[in-house]
């Protein structure tokens, strides 16, 4: 079953590259180059508030070893 289950993480996550690239360069095609960055900053910059928002524990967490004491949402 590990080996199964690697396969598959290693397929998506070579996989994404691509996704991403193509993504950008859609995204410089119709918008132009300065404007693709520009949203795709302002677009990351949201999500990482929302989360930040969401998710206050995550803010508070000094190390990942204390995520088991995360309550569940």
Known sequence: MRGRVAAVSLVFTGALNQ????????????LGVVPAIVVGGIATIAVACFYAWRFPELRRAESLTSASEWKEC
């Not at 996704?19 to 119709?30: K, L, N, P, R, T």
């Open 19 to 30: 996704i991403g690239e193509f993504d950008s360069g859609v995204s410089a095609q119709w």
